[in-house]
């Protein structure tokens, strides 16, 4: 079945380093691959998405590509804010299967 | 701002209460999804309605009762619940009942069983 595997947090960065948040998956035909975010007290927002391999999707300085050949979806940032600080969750979704969230990675940035 | 709303914000109840859940969008999307999160965890999906009829029932107890009264509304009825009942119910919508398309969530019900 598909999978999403996301490294695990929590993480704490300092403003203004540099965030990798890793993600790869496991699934059968041709997925949509998408990062949510989840503010405290917040419900999810989408962040951004890709639809097909070598897709980047990219919104608020975030970014993420769509890499079929490692099958990967890891999400960058250049300079993190402390208004980033959030949980930050991969989701595969293929048809008429369930979305499938990875773990999820909380996120914090200090000042 | 969310596009999808939810009511209430906060539920406290008791175990031999009924209550309800609720969910509205009106961004003509036909596919809506109730979810339950527990702290540090990913959602879990209970319910999809496609057009209004119920299409994925994720094995979830019949404490919980879904009803999509019609396309821009979705309920949650609640009855008997059990103290591990606790969590925020998320609801959403997607434009098609397909997880190719992204989901749009409400800020959720945070949802107290004493």
């Known amino acids: 079945g598909n999978s999403v595997t996301q490294m695990e947090g929590p993480v704490t960065l300092s403003e203004e380093a540099f965030l990798t948040i890793n993600c790869t998956y496991t699934a059968t035909g041709y997925p949509s691959l998408f990062w949510y975010v989840q503010y405290p007290g917040e419900g999810l927002q989408l962040l951004l998405k890709?639809?097909?391999?070598?897709d980047k999707g990219s919104n608020k300085g975030f970014e993420a590509t769509y890499r079929k050949e490692t099958t990967s979806f890891h999400l960058e940032k250049g300079s993190v804010q402390v208004s980033d600080s959030a949980v930050y969750f991969c989701a595969l979704g293929s048809g008429n299967t369930p979305l499938v969230f990875g773990k999820g990675t909380r996120l914090s940035v200090i000042a | 701002d969310t596009e999808v709303t939810q009511t209430p914000k906060h539920l406290v109840m008791g175990m031999t209460n009924k209550k309800s859940l609720k969910c509205e969008q009106h961004m003509g999307h036909r596919a809506m999804y109730w979810y339950k999160q527990k702290a540090k965890k990913p959602p879990e999906l209970m319910f999809v309605y496609s057009y209004e009829k119920l299409s994925i029932n994720e094995s979830v107890p019949s404490r919980f009762s879904p009803e999509c009264p019609n396309s821009s509304l979705l309920n949650l009825h609640l009855h008997a619940l059990q103290p591990e009942d606790s969590a925020l119910y998320l609801c959403?919508?997607?434009?098609?009942?397909?997880?190719?398309?992204?989901?749009?969530f409400g800020d959720g019900t945070r949802l107290s069983i004493l």
């Open positions: 959403a919508s997607s434009p098609r009942d397909s997880s190719n398309q992204p989901q749009h």
């Open positions: 890709a639809t097909k391999a070598d």
